[in-house]
Structures are given as C-alpha cells and as structure tokens.
C-alpha cells in the first residue's frame, strides 16, 4: 500500500502525483468515516479552486453535506469545525511548499488533525476505492459561510484587548501573500495596533517570498520593522499556522524563543502548568516550564504528534520549533494569529519590549548538518551509535537524542523521505554545538563506510 499521508495530511505536486482523481477519492474516504457534516476550505494556491471542486464532489457524492468556508487561514477552518460542531474539515493547502504543490489537511470534529490510525483507515479507502456512491435523492448539499469574524473573536477573547490597545504598539507584518492576510492585520488593527504590512497581496504564486518563513528569507519584513520603528514583526507561512517574529530591532527569534516567552508568561500565570514539543526543541523551554514548577512532554517531531499529545494528556500548551505556538485555552493546534495576540499581550503586561522578554532567557547554542545514509542501513547505523557512544541519557521517541549533560545533547534522526540523518545540536558555547556536530558526522560517516563494506565483503 502506498503512503499518502506525510506528517501534515497529504501534500503533492499539483496534477502530477496530487491530482483530482486522488482528492474526490480521498474526499469521499473521509466523508464515509468522519460523518455526514464537512467543513472544506483553501488557500490562495491558484490550483485550489480546482481540488476544492474536487475534494466537494467527492463529499457530496457519499451524501455529505459540504460546509463551504472558502478561503481562510488553516487554524480558522480548524475553529469552525469545532465551533459548529461538524464532522469533521478538510482543508485544501500545502501550507509552506512551493506554489506547484498542493495537498490535504484531514481534520476530526475537534479541529484537529486526525490521528495516525484514522489516516490508515482513510489511506486504505482511498487507495481501496470501496466507499459507496448514494443514490441521486441522497447526494448532500452545499452551504456556504463566512466564519472568519468568529475565529477573529475567538482569538481575542483570549488576551486584554483593552490593555494591548493602551500600549498603542506599531506592528509590521508579512504574510508573503498567504492566508493570513485576511486575518492577522484585522487581528492586529482591532487589538489598537498602527499596522504596517509587506507582501500583503494574496496570490497563490508567491511572488514577495519563499512562503515558509526562515530568518534568511525576511530581510523585506526586518527593513519594514526598521523603517517603521515596529515593536515587533510577524510573518506567516501560506496557510497561516505558523508564525515567525521578529524584535523592535528587527532580529528573527528562532520559534523555540517565542514558544519559551509564551511559557515562560503561561506557567507564571498558572503555575505547574505542562507541555509538549518535539525532541528536537531547544532546553530553554525545558528551562521555563521547569522554573515555573511544570513538565515537559517530549513527542516525535510534527506538530499533529504535539497536538494529538495535547489533547490525550490535557496539556494546556505545545510549540514547534518552526514556529507553531499551540495554545490549548483556544484550540490545541499551530495558530499564527493567536501566536500575534499572545505576544503583544505579554509585551504589554510586562511592560518589556520582545527583545527585553527574549534577553531574559537562558541563551544556548545550536548547529545542524545532515549525512548521507542508504535508507535499509539507517537501523544498524542507529544502533551502533546507541552501543559506541557513552551518556547519562539516550531518548528513543524520534532517532537518537543523546544527552551528554544538563545542557549539551545531540539528535539524530532518519529522515523519512530521503537517504539522510539529520543532525541537531544544542550547546552551552556556539564552539562546542558545531564540534559535537562535526565529531558526530564523523562517526556517522564511519560506521555507514563501515556497513557498506561488510555489504560489499559479506
Ligand atoms: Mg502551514
């Protein structure tokens, strides 16, 4: 059986390998096994109209009733599920990746992303073809609504709009032509901000940016902080879950910084307060949650895996590296508009400005790399590294983390689609991420020679 579903729904080249045969199928797989009543929404993709015709023809062909959003940001379909109590939501986006692709988000009645064995039960019908057209009395309907207002609400609802709107913050934002831009300067502008926007325009090809925000990628958005004497800088990606912030100086904190000073605030707030992220994130939230009497729950990476988590253990709070603040009073999924709200009501609490909240945190050090690796010896190559390398602490969740001390551990972790380990350190000195980085390649590169040639011998 082959795979559809990656680590975020079901992502492809548009009318190569994701095409409309694919979508009205998987559309009526989900709509016999999540129920009878479907949201459906898109993004600004120019192939999204095609998929969304598709993804409601296949819902109304097993008798769903299609709650048609239109286009909206990712986290507000997510809202809307919840909040009319659908069956369930399908969004049609393929969030950060280039304007060629396009792909299916699957959510459940609580917004979330469906869990990995209902993706094995709506792979399997889809692929299968064993779902069962209904008669022509039977066929659902379409509706349509506008629920962007509510999620808007919804989103405010958790911070002090009066005291954020007295603080008169000046706000630059850059939705690099994405989803957000229907929401995140409404979000920002009814929070009493002064809102400065770059690359505001929707269009599905992406002209202003890469549309997964890096640091490298917004030297447009940090000139427009600069030039406007912002108080902060947002950016989203083309679906707007994820959020990336940049200070009054127009620096890009790393998504683990934001997602410690929204903890760092929370577990103030409420003391012994929980939370999940992936293995990979950086010990400064560790750091926070622990200071504020809590725990850290620690998933494999991908933020369904955080959600999911979330929601079995009743955790308030969830981050992702890559800039997904999952804030569990509103809903327990990546939303960059609540992201927006949360930090600008932390500023103005605290009365400091983002770089002041972010120079409060301990400071750690991180390097990256990848390996080569052939795919059938990536197990071996793992477990030789697990009996050659000596540590107090080896977690197992997601590849290979080993923990040196406290504060100096590594990562290795196959990549699921291609030859490869990829690498990441966290470190008390920038010198000894890199060299616990490099020493590892090292012995990666070794071993993996060393496999090959008893292959080849053997
Ligand atoms: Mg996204």
Not at 107 to 128: F, Y
Not at 278 to 292: A, H, N, R, W
Not at 367 to 393: F, W
Request: charged residues 25%.
């Amino acid at each position: 059986m082959g795979k559809l579903f990656g680590s975020n729904g079901v992502r492809g080249v548009a009318n190569k390998d994701f095409n409309i045969e694919l979508v009205t199928r998987l559309a009526a797989a989900c709509g016999t096994i999540l129920g009878k009543e479907i949201a459906v929404g898109r993004d600004f993709r120019t192939t999204s109209p095609l998929f969304r015709n598709a993804a409601v023809a296949g819902l109304l062909s097993v008798g769903c009733n299609v709650h048609d959003f239109g286009v909206l940001p990712t986290p507000a379909l997510q809202h809307s599920v919840r909040r009319l109590r659908l069956s369930g939501g399908l969004m049609i986006t393929a969030s950060h990746n280039p304007p060629r692709f396009n792909g299916v988000k699957v959510m459940a009645s609580d917004g979330v992303e469906i869990p990995k064995r209902l993706e094995e039960k709506v792979e399997e019908l889809t692929l299968s073809g064993d779902f069962e057209a209904v008669e022509w009395d039977k066929v659902g309907k379409v509706t349509y609504a506008e629920v962007l207002t509510h999620y808007i609400d919804a989103v405010l609802s958790h911070v002090d709009v009066g005291g954020i709107k007295k603080a008169g913050f000046k706000v630059s934002i850059d939705p690099g032509n994405g989803t957000s831009t229907l929401a995140a300067p409404t979000v920002a502008q009814r929070l009493g901000c002064s809102v400065y926007t770059v690359n505001s325009e929707p269009d599905g090809r992406f002209p202003g940016r890469e549309s997964e925000p890096r640091p490298d990628n917004l030297e447009a958005l940090r000139a427009l902080v600069k030039a406007t004497s912002s108080d902060l800088g947002v950016a989203f990606d083309g679906d707007a879950d994820r959020s990336m912030f940049t200070d009054e100086y127009g620096e890009v904190l790393w998504g683990d910084r934001i997602i410690a000073i929204v903890a760092k605030d929370y577990t103030k707030r409420h003391p012994g307060s929980r939370l999940v992220t992936p293995v990979s994130s950086s010990k400064v939230i560790t750091d926070v949650i622990v200071e504020g009497g809590g725990s850290v729950l620690l998933t494999k990476v991908g933020s369904v895996e955080i959600s999911r988590a979330m929601v079995e253990h009743r955790i308030d709070l969830g981050g992702e590296e890559t800039g997904g603040i999952l804030y569990g009073p509103h809903q327990p999924v990546r939303d960059g508009c609540m992201a927006l709200a949360l930090i600008l009501d932390i500023m103005q609490r605290r009365g400091k400005s983002l770089g002041a909240l972010d120079n409060e945190l301990p400071k750690y050090y991180q390097a990256k790399d990848r390996v080569q690796c052939p795919n059938d010896i990536k197990p071996r190559v793992l477990e030789s590294l697990v009996a050659r390398v000596k540590a107090p602490h080896i977690d197992r969740k997601d590849g290979v983390k080993i923990f040196f001390d406290d504060n100096n551990w590594i990562l290795f972790r196959p990549s699921g689609t291609e030859p490869i380990f990829r690498l990441y350190a966290e470190a008390d000195t920038q010198a000894r991420a890199d060299e616990l980085v490099a020493t590892n390649k090292r012995l990666i590169e070794e071993t993996v020679a060393k496999l090959e040639h008893a292959r080849v011998t053997g």
